[in-house]
């Protein structure tokens, strides 16, 4: 007897979930969108992440912008060591590229 979705046993394809892009263009792809959404959603620009970040501006101005990008990576991480959840990754990642940045203009 057949198992109802399948043919000979094998599965349909109406009945296997697509697969999620999981190269790194993807990876990339969805860090920037959560820099330049987060960014505007909290106030710190109007432009994203790329131009006219205001709290980052700051805190280079204070000399700690180094710091508190490392600390949030840190931070996200852990969270993301105690509940895993794909969020707290890109966030952190976010982070690092902002640091990242930061090292090619120091």
Not at 40 to 67: M, P, Q, V
Request: hydrophobic share 35%; glycine share 8%; charged share 25%.
């Amino acid at each position: 007897m057949q198992e109802q979705g399948t043919h000979s046993g094998v599965p349909c394809a109406e009945d296997i979930a697509p697969q999620r892009d999981t190269s790194f263009r993807a990876f990339a792809q969805e860090v920037e969108e959560s820099l330049n959404g987060f960014a505007k959603s909290k106030g710190y620009t109007t432009d994203g992440a790329e131009r006219g970040n205001h709290l980052l501006a700051f805190c280079e101005s204070l000399g700690i912008s180094r710091h508190h990008s490392v600390a949030e990576a840190i931070y996200k991480l852990t969270e993301h060591l105690k509940t895993p959840r794909r969020v707290l990754l890109v966030k952190a990642c976010g982070w690092m590229f902002l640091e990242w940045r930061r090292t090619l203009n120091p």
